[in-house]
């Protein structure tokens, strides 16, 4: 519910109050509601398209008080290339590249005692897991522990727990390859050599969120995640050429570009002294995350609440 319906409500009913008290106002005010912000944001394409006049200004009760006036850049890019392997079949993990995996699996031919070492391999790592037969094959399975695209940190990636094993058990194929060269236990992208850090709005991430494989093809989802100061489009190039080494391309699926707002602009100030004002703390200073929200969708426009902070 706070995540958005009550906000919806919350806002909806100012504007209920402000009609009824006759309230003179000297712009028209609207509310927006967009019902994919989670996904691919038809909803508020398609509203802008019909009615292109941009807000002069607006907030986003989608995310944290006192305010957000800025937030990282979110891609979506899609590795792809061959399995090219006697020993691995098949290899999926995790729902969505905005969410840390939980879980992992592949499948294996039985070319050697498989079923005995992943057993040892969880046991030594302290891993959940299971190891099964299926039509005279492996099937082996990792669980990890999810958590949002934005902070990696705070999850247990399943399938860099599922690619120790293969790494270990040195299974030939080029994704095997691929991953211990550039991707396992890296959220910040120093084996890419796409390492970056703001002092304003932090690390660049990058989570390993989906694998899947379809007959000999893999696709992996990255969800990549950029401060200030980083030129997206050459770190797209150095992708290219890095996985290219393992015969794999590179396509960028989908971006949301970095929003970043003046601190010192009259909205923020405006909302920054409202929020202060009913909160009785003086001493508030608005922030910036790794997540997204509709006030990328418009000009001028911020997040602000309705979540409060250690709250």
């Given at each position: 519910?706070?995540?958005?319906?009550?906000?919806?409500?919350?806002?909806?009913?100012a504007?209920?109050?402000?009609?009824?008290?006759n309230?003179?106002l000297?712009?028209?005010?609207?509310?927006?509601?967009?019902?994919?912000?989670?996904?691919s944001?038809?909803?508020?394409?398609?509203?802008?398209?019909?009615?292109?006049?941009?807000?002069?200004?607006?907030?986003?009760?989608?995310?944290?008080?006192?305010?957000?006036?800025?937030?990282?850049?979110?891609?979506?890019?899609?590795?792809?290339?061959?399995?090219?392997?006697?020993?691995?079949?098949?290899?999926?993990?995790?729902?969505?590249?905005?969410?840390?995996?939980?879980?992992?699996?592949?499948?294996?031919n039985?070319?050697?005692?498989?079923?005995?070492?992943?057993?040892?391999?969880?046991?030594?790592?302290?891993?959940?897991?299971?190891v099964?037969k299926?039509?005279?094959?492996?099937?082996?399975?990792?669980?990890?522990?999810?958590?949002?695209?934005?902070?990696?940190?705070?999850?247990?990636?399943?399938?860099?727990?599922?690619?120790?094993?293969?790494?270990?058990?040195?299974?030939?194929?080029?994704?095997?390859?691929?991953?211990?060269?550039?991707?396992?236990h890296?959220?910040?992208?120093?084996?890419?050599?796409?390492?970056?850090?703001?002092?304003?709005?932090?690390?660049?991430t990058?989570?390993?969120?989906?694998?899947?494989?379809?007959?000999?093809?893999?696709?992996?989802?990255?969800?990549?995640?950029?401060?200030?100061?980083?030129?997206?489009?050459?770190v797209?190039?150095?992708?290219?050429?890095?996985?290219?080494?393992?015969?794999?391309t590179?396509?960028?699926?989908a971006?949301?570009?970095?929003l970043?707002?003046?601190?010192?602009?009259?909205?923020?100030?405006?909302?920054?002294?409202?929020?202060?004002?009913?909160?009785?703390?003086?001493?508030?200073?608005?922030?910036?995350?790794?997540?997204?929200?509709?006030?990328?969708?418009?000009?001028?426009?911020?997040?602000?609440?309705?979540?409060?902070?250690?709250?």
């Open positions: 519910t706070e995540d958005d319906k009550g906000p919806t409500i919350a806002a909806y009913y504007l209920k109050i402000l009609k009824e008290l309230v003179p000297s712009k028209r005010i609207k509310l927006i509601l967009g019902n994919d912000e989670e996904t944001w038809r909803g508020v394409r398609h509203y802008f398209s019909l009615y292109p006049e941009a807000p002069v200004s607006g907030f986003i009760p989608d995310a944290d008080f006192p305010l957000i006036y800025a937030e990282k850049g979110i891609s979506r890019i899609l590795v792809q290339g061959k399995l090219n392997s006697d020993v691995l079949v098949s290899v999926s993990g995790g729902f969505r590249d905005n969410m840390v995996p939980d879980y992992a699996s592949a499948t294996l039985p070319t050697q005692g498989f079923e005995a070492s992943f057993s040892e391999f969880l046991k030594k790592k302290n891993y959940e897991g299971s099964t299926d039509n005279n094959q492996v099937v082996i399975k990792v669980v990890g522990k999810s958590a949002h695209g934005s902070t990696p940190q705070f999850g247990e990636n399943a399938i860099d727990r599922l690619f120790e094993y293969l790494i270990e058990q040195e299974v030939k194929s080029p994704v095997v390859s691929l991953v211990e060269k550039f991707l396992i890296d959220i910040h992208g120093t084996k890419l050599d796409i390492l970056y850090h703001d002092e304003e709005m932090g690390y660049l990058n989570n390993f969120g989906v694998i899947k494989s379809d007959g000999d093809n893999y696709t992996i989802n990255l969800n990549l995640r950029y401060p200030n100061g980083v030129d997206f489009d050459k797209v190039e150095k992708l290219s050429k890095q996985f290219a080494e393992f015969d794999a590179v396509k960028v699926d971006h949301q570009k970095l970043y707002k003046d601190p010192n602009s009259p909205l923020v100030k405006t909302l920054m002294d409202v929020y202060k004002k009913n909160t009785n703390d003086p001493n508030a200073v608005p922030i910036n995350i790794g997540g997204g929200t509709f006030a990328r969708a418009m000009p001028n426009c911020v997040a602000f609440g309705p979540h409060f902070l250690d709250k």
